[in-house]
């Protein structure tokens, strides 16, 4: 049975509902997309693109795109709605695509029918999308509509996920492909530019040029044959358009035309950029098991097998065929330096030959994205491979890890391994600077930090969407009905306090420093604060939950009745649901230190009596010496006073 | 209570050697001076008289109190005999009267009886009364433990 939510949840953006019954398939971009319905007719149609939970919307293209973008699947909104399995599950609005995927309609598309349906209305929207500092990144036959024969394509959607994430390695430059799929970026307009090139030619040959080519094959001839090369071998197009897609697939982000110059193809094909062709060398180096004839490929070859590329590197091997097989030395003789100090270093650690690889494709590459342990990143995909990360990769976290608490990530890009000094991001800093902080949870608060549509990776609230403190208070007011121990554990404690303002940020630390018999009482008070900070309504569970956690606070009152009286109040307090008074009535300092003092009164009152008891005891035998004597004074007392009493009853007449 | 001392059971002892030099004293001189009297004076406080030397309860107490009975039940023949009676044998014989002799002699045991009883009736209404203190101290211990939740056991009293 699926599980039922307690709340009807809003609808998105105040007037869109999803209909999880009806999936519309294709429409998504790789993504379920369902139906999405509006009371107000003038938005036309819409769907809703459900978001994956390890892969974080992008949240800035929500927010800068205001207004309706033309060809282009435009977001209209975004927030939680119903899932399928009956738990919750957050979808990204978005205008409903025209017609049929253009990859579902297998033609070969004419000249013209390019220009004008395809490169120029994209060149318009790639050109808005550049005026708000926005990349597209998923232009590919199965993300672009088509209305009707003879109408301009449609863009579909891109912001569900993050940048290029379902990019084919076709579509992407060889830079970008080698990057975790996650990791790619937010790139540059050039970026969408290559693809939109790659997409026309798709659509002029009817077909994938490279079909049946692995990502790695396809990555491999891009760097070694240049990427319009690789992608139009053995193909026949007119010299219109092989101009213009020589232009579009350029190496050089910088030489490929911009949007603007899209608009006028004779003027983007006339466009031509010098560029050398890299240098081949007739003897190839292997590395591993790739063969590589220039440096590109050879850097390539590096990021896929580092061990070996190791060994190379610190025999010489790769500097001696830079030198003698490509006639590079000034490149040679960079890699000699890096390796000989990696030689000379005198108390070398586990990442010193990470170091040297990362370094030494750098050298050969400067556009290579950074390369450590075989996972290749974009700074700015950080966020994007975090999630994944934490929430699925073992590996991939230890990788991360490594890359922030090591300030691998700032260190490549301050030193700038193309001569240039790049900024690094300040959400990689702010990362950097809570993975060092020591903290056990420090990876997985910058991962809440960098990702702030994902929900809690907890299990317990898997079949929830869970994105603020809000809605993680009502998501613990259900659990709380079931739950026995600690409902905040070490991910909950870390998502509070990631989700949190940083200035109440203090208040929680102590939660992640608690263990053992102290915890019950920190996560009462956060859970009080919590309610109170974001006046979050009644909470009758998770009340009846805090009176079972408090007992052990109203068990250390000393005072008999006033734990009686407690515990009656925490029960009809319970029932309104309102954390604080229950929480300041167990935690009320004045009347804590009235039943100390009443405490300390009763020992020494207790003191006092055994005292006393042992007092009695004691005194027994010594007091009935003690009586006799005062009986004898008595009984001579009473002698003394006949004795008076006679004496004047005769000497009275 | 501290138990008296061996200290102050001597200085009793030379109090009681006094008080018997000074009674023989007394009694010699009013021998002396009027043994008609005297004779049987001593006869009626004879038990008193004794009880003076074989007491060694601290100050003398029972034979003061036996000495004072004897005295207060003495005055009224004394008073009548000396001025009726004259001579030794006349006063022996108004004195020393069985009735008399009895009389005061009663008073003699009445004020030794006394003196045994006294102590049992306090020891009694004493033990009565802490008795009811102990028990309503040990109420009241029993009310703060339980209110306050403090250690069950009490500390132990010592025997003496």
């Known amino acids: 049975m699926p599980p039922t939510l307690s709340t009807a949840l809003p609808p998105i953006a105040g007037r869109f509902t999803v209909d999880p019954t009806k999936p519309l398939p294709d429409a998504g971009g790789g993504l379920p997309a369902f139906l999405a319905a509006s009371p107000n007719a003038a938005d036309g149609g819409h769907i809703a693109i459900a978001v994956a939970r ?458 992640l420093d608690q263990t053992g018999a102290d915890l019950w009482q920190a996560e009462a008070k956060t859970l009080r604060q919590l309610q109170a900070i974001y006046r979050v309504g009644p909470l009758p569970q998770l009340a009846a939950w805090v009176v079972r956690r408090l007992r052990p606070g109203v068990e250390s009152w000393r005072n008999r009745t006033t734990r009686q009286e407690m515990a009656a109040r925490l029960q009809d307090l319970a029932r309104a649901g309102d954390l604080r008074p229950m929480i300041d009535l167990v935690f009320d300092r004045e009347r804590r230190q009235a039943d100390e003092d009443g405490a300390r009164s009763a020992i020494d009152e207790v003191a006092g009596i055994d005292a006393e008891l042992a007092a009695i005891a004691d005194n027994n035998l010594l007091r009935s010496r003690g009586m006799r004597h005062s009986s004898t004074t008595m009984v001579g007392g009473l002698g003394l006073s006949l004795l008076i009493v006679h004496l004047l009853g005769a000497v009275a007449p | 209570m501290k138990p008296p001392t061996v200290q102050k059971t001597r200085s009793g002892g030379v109090v009681r050697a006094l008080v018997c030099l000074l009674l023989a004293l007394g009694t010699g001189a009013m021998l002396a001076l009027s043994p008609d009297l005297t004779v049987p004076l001593v006869v009626l406080l004879l038990p008193g008289l004794v009880t003076l030397l074989i007491d060694r309860s601290p100050g003398l107490g029972l034979a003061r109190a036996v000495l004072l009975f004897q005295a207060a039940a003495a005055i009224g023949p004394v008073q009548r005999a000396f001025y009726a009676c004259a001579g030794l044998h006349g006063c022996m014989e108004q004195l020393c009267r069985p009735m008399t002799v009895l009389a005061v002699w009663l008073a003699a045991a009445a004020a030794w009886a006394l003196t045994e009883l006294v102590p049992v009736g306090l020891r009694v209404w004493q033990d009565a009364r802490l008795r009811t203190r102990r028990t309503d101290l040990q109420a009241r211990r029993a009310a703060l433990v339980s209110e306050w939740g403090l250690d069950e056991a009490p500390a132990e009293p010592r025997r003496g």
């Open chain 1, 54 to 511: 390890d892969a974080s919307p992008r949240l800035d293209a929500l927010h800068r795109i205001r207004d309706h973008i033309d060809n282009l699947m435009t977001p209209s909104g975004h927030g939680l709605g119903p899932a399928a399995d009956g738990g919750e599950a957050y979808y990204i609005i978005c205008t409903a695509p025209p017609g049929p995927l253009v990859s579902a309609v297998p033609q070969r598309w004419s000249e013209k029918a390019l220009v004008e349906q395809v490169l120029k209305p994209t060149a318009r929207t790639l050109l808005t999308l550049q005026s708000m500092r926005l990349t597209h990144r998923a232009i590919r036959p199965d993300n672009v509509f088509l209305e009707a024969p003879g109408q301009p394509i449609t863009l579909g959607a891109a912001w569900t996920g993050p940048p290029a994430m379902l990019q084919p390695a076709l579509f992407e430059t060889p830079y970008s492909a080698m990057c975790a799929p996650v990791a790619r970026g937010e790139g540059v307009i050039a970026d969408d530019v290559y693809a939109l090139g790659v997409l026309m030619l798709c659509l002029a040959i009817g077909k994938s040029p490279c079909a049946g080519m692995t990502d790695d094959e396809i990555i491999r001839a891009k760097l070694e044959y240049g990427s319009f090369v690789a992608v139009s071998r053995g193909l026949r197009m007119p010299g219109f358009l092989t101009d213009l897609l020589s232009g579009m697939l350029a190496e050089d982000p910088d030489h490929r035309p911009s949007p603007q110059l899209l608009l006028d193809p004779n003027a983007a094909r006339a466009r031509r950029v010098a560029s050398s062709p890299p240098r081949r060398s007739h003897d190839p180096l292997t590395i591993g098991d790739m063969q590589v004839f220039d440096a590109r490929t050879l850097a390539f070859a590096m990021f896929r097998s580092e061990r070996r590329a190791v060994q190379a590197l610190r025999n010489g091997a790769i500097s001696d065929w830079l030198r003698r097989g490509l006639g590079n030395a000034g490149v040679a003789q960079q890699i000699e330096e890096l390796a000989r100090r990696r030689r000379s270093e005198t108390r070398p650690d586990i990442r010193s030959d990470a170091k040297l690889v990362m370094w030494a494709i750098a050298v050969l590459d400067p556009r290579m994205p950074l390369c450590w342990r075989g996972l290749a990143v974009r700074p700015d995909g950080m966020e994007g491979l975090m999630a994944v990360a934490v929430q699925q990769d073992v590996r991939a976290v230890s990788i991360v890890y490594e890359i922030f608490a090591h300030d691998v990530l700032s260190v490549w890009l301050a030193r700038g391994a193309d001569g240039r000094t790049r900024p690094v991001p300040p959400a990689v800093t702010l990362c950097q600077s809570l993975v060092q902080s020591g903290l056990p949870d420090g990876m997985l608060r910058a991962f809440y930090l960098m990702n702030p549509l994902l929900p809690c990776a907890d299990p317990a609230l898997a079949d929830r969407w869970v994105i603020d403190v809000p809605a993680l208070l009502r998501a613990l007011d259900d659990l709380a009905a079931t739950a026995k121990e600690a409902l905040i554990n070490d991910g909950i404690a870390a998502f509070i306090a990631a989700r949190c303002h940083n200035e109440w940020d203090r208040l929680f630390d102590p939660l």
